[in-house]
């Protein structure tokens, strides 16, 4: 919104060496929050291996990132196939 205080974000990949911050914000919410079904938080290991699966099938994996500092990341997402059944 123009005029607004909100830092300006650009949506970028999520490339590896932000899957350190992504399982910190991710981890918070699952200790905290209730949009998750995860009763304790993946380990770095875990969301690597996560996010592997999800580009290796060319499926999205953002993070949002201040335009003043693209190395810092503020949120992410990342969309993947709901069932691996066939039918």
Excluded: K
Aim: charged share 15%.
């Amino acid at each position: 919104m123009p005029g607004s205080d909100a830092p300006q974000l650009i949506i970028r990949p999520c490339f590896q060496q932000d899957l350190e911050t992504v399982q910190l914000i991710y981890g918070h919410h699952v200790l905290t929050g209730t949009g998750s079904f995860e009763l304790e938080p993946p380990s770095l290991e875990e969301m690597t291996a996560r996010w592997s699966r999800i580009v290796s099938n060319n499926w999205p994996f953002l993070v949002a990132s201040p335009v003043s500092d693209l190395t810092r990341v503020v949120g992410f997402a990342y969309a993947s196939q709901y069932r691996d059944r066939a039918a």
